[in-house]
C-alpha cells in the first residue's frame, strides 16, 4: 500500500469544484476500494480515501476532513 499526502487547500468558493464533506462528522473514508493507494488528510493523518487507484477520484475533487475540517485536494 501506498501513503499519499493529499494537499490543504483554502475552502472552494461555492459550486467551483465538487466538494466531499461528511456531514455525520463520521471518522471513515469517502472512498474505499481495491487498489493500492492511501490517500491521507495532509494535515491530520486521516485516512481520506482507503485502497484506491488514482483514476477512482476526479482530480478537481476536494474532501473536507471530518476530524480536522481542512479541505484536502489529490495531486
Ligand atoms: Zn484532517
Redesign the pocket.
Known amino acids: 500500500m501506498v501513503r499519499i499526502n493529499c494537499r490543504i487547500i483554502p475552502e472552494p468558493q461555492e459550486g467551483t469544484r465538487p466538494i466531499y464533506k461528511n456531514n455525520e462528522r463520521k471518522i471513515e473514508p469517502f472512498i474505499v476500494g481495491e487498489g493500492d493507494l492511501d490517500y491521507i488528510?495532509g494535515?491530520?493523518d486521516?485516512v481520506i480515501a482507503q485502497s484506491v487507484s488514482r483514476s477512482q477520484i476526479a482530480s478537481d475533487a476536494v474532501f473536507q476532513?471530518p476530524?480536522?475540517q481542512?479541505f484536502n485536494e489529490v495531486e
Open positions: 488528510c494535515k491530520c486521516n476532513c476530524n480536522c481542512s
